[in-house]
């Protein structure tokens, strides 16, 4: 199996890595050099990363190809390229909907969309693909769990979770803001703050994640759980995120619908 990826940025150098910690059987990864610092640093860690010049020395040498690139640059590029109909496409590209893959990546047949995360690098991404694939499915699966789709709409929906990574980040940056602006010790930050939010997670999980039964459980009454909370909802905090995610739905939606 020979994999070729278009683009070398954040989410393809997760997935790189991910794959090569796992040891999935991939015989050759083909790679972009236009990012030169990933693609310098993915070379070093595998003799199976080969750097191209060329997207199109990537396509010819892959089986399967990963299309990474930045919206606006993805239709541009893609359609510079020729493509055989036994490839198989995955694209990472949020705004571009299996109908336009189609018509650019012409004669390719087998196109499936994917998010994977970050968290790919480590095993632990939750991906989305639509449509599914069994062998495409087990590829990811072996960097984390696999959603699948049951049709583009609700891929959109889906896509929607991940656009809260950068809030989440921030939401955290804000705790940890609060307490070394009152003198607490970076290092004792770090500590109270990871252990804080990975016990979160197992308690969550080990309830089955009833969220409405967490919620309630963690408030006492009277207490600063409950007045935290309170003041949030009174400031509208949970309406605008809630808007906030149906406009970026709107946003995917309106792109795939092109």
């Known amino acids: 199996m020979k994999l070729g ?81 036994d490839k198989i496409i995955v694209s990472f590209v949020s705004t571009l909907d299996i109908k336009s893959l189609k018509k650019i990546c012409y004669p390719v047949k087998t196109i499936i969309k994917a998010a994977p995360l970050p968290m790919a690098i480590d095993g632990l991404s939750p991906t989305i693909i639509y449509p599914n694939h069994k ?13 699948v789709a049951k049709n583009e709409n609700q891929n959109n929906h889906f896509w929607v979770m991940s656009s809260f990574m950068a809030t989440y980040v921030s939401i955290i940056q804000i705790m940890k803001k609060y307490l070394l602006k009152n003198k607490v010790r970076n290092e004792d930050a770090n500590k ?26 963690l408030q006492t009454k009277g207490g600063i759980n409950e007045e935290l909370l309170k003041r949030l909802i009174k400031d509208k905090f949970f309406k605008k995120l809630e808007n906030n995610l149906n406009k970026i739905f709107l946003r995917l939606k309106k792109a795939n619908d092109k």
Request: hydrophobic fraction near 40%; aromatic fraction near 8%; charge should be positive.
């Open 5 to 85: 990826f278009l683009g070398t940025g954040t989410i393809a150098t997760a997935v790189i890595e991910g794959l090569i910690k796992s040891k999935a059987r991939v015989e050759q990864f083909n790679i972009s050099k236009r990012s030169v610092k990933n693609s310098s640093v993915l070379k070093k860690k595998s003799k199976k990363i080969k750097v191209h010049n060329k997207n199109q020395e990537i396509v010819d040498k892959s089986s399967i190809i990963f299309i990474s690139l930045l919206p606006k640059v993805a239709k541009k590029e893609i359609k510079k390229l020729q493509f055989k109909k």
């Open 135 to 147: 062998f495409i499915r087990n590829l990811f699966e072996k960097i984390g769990t696999v959603v």
């Open 192 to 217: 109270y703050i990871n252990t804080f939010l990975t016990g979160m997670l197992f308690e969550l999980n080990n309830k089955k994640f009833i969220l409405k039964n967490s919620i309630k459980s």
